[in-house]
């Protein structure tokens, strides 16, 4: 199978112990299992040597890497921590909150809380919920006076998350030069 052969290619390369292993794409074809063992190989690998991995997954990359290069072009555009290339490239925070309670009246009142932008309104998962997604920029985090404001109504709050930009999102501004 694929996953085995992926599995003999890195024994392959790490059987003399090298200083430098490169890796091109290790967990494609895995199963999630064998995906996890990988990925832990991997970053105890990293402890001890430089390890390069070459990956279109940057979910694979935020997963197993400390630090990330990403070339567009033969040029490179970006090298640094995950972490710090996630904070660069904005410190847009998008949200997403189901709400069931009447959809006007929860739309004005998510309207008149201050930082919110982009505020977009589809059909939640019941009849009778709507899901609103907004972004916030800088460190403004609104879900308590959300909460606060579900409660005041006697609304239900049956979902809030928030998601910070990601690394898929670092990539496509830097390689396309528009944001994600």
């Not at 400390?66 to 040029?75: E, F, Q, T």
């Not at 904070?87 to 997403?96: F, K, Q």
Request: one cysteine or more.
């Amino acid at each position: 199978s694929k996953g085995y052969k992926q599995r003999v290619g890195l024994a392959q390369a790490m059987i003399h112990n090298p200083e430098i292993l490169i890796l091109d794409e290790p967990t494609s074809g895995l199963d999630p299992n064998q995906i996890v063992e990988i990925r832990d190989l991997i970053r105890k690998l990293g402890q001890e040597r430089t390890v390069i991995l070459s990956t279109h997954i940057l979910s694979e990359v935020q997963a197993t890497c400390d630090r990330a290069l990403i070339i567009n072009r033969g040029m490179i555009v970006a090298n640094d921590t995950i972490e710090n290339l996630q904070s660069s490239a904005g410190e847009e925070t998008t949200y997403r909150v189901e709400i069931a309670g009447p959809v006007d009246k929860a739309s004005g009142v998510l309207s008149g809380i201050q930082g919110l932008q982009n505020l977009k309104q589809n059909a939640g998962s019941r009849d009778t919920s709507t899901v609103f997604t907004f972004a916030t920029v800088g460190k403004a985090d609104p879900r308590e006076e959300i909460f606060q404001k579900v409660v005041e109504n006697n609304w239900v709050l049956l979902e809030m998350s928030r998601q910070k930009i990601g690394l898929e999102d670092v990539f496509r501004q830097l390689t396309t030069g528009r944001d994600a």
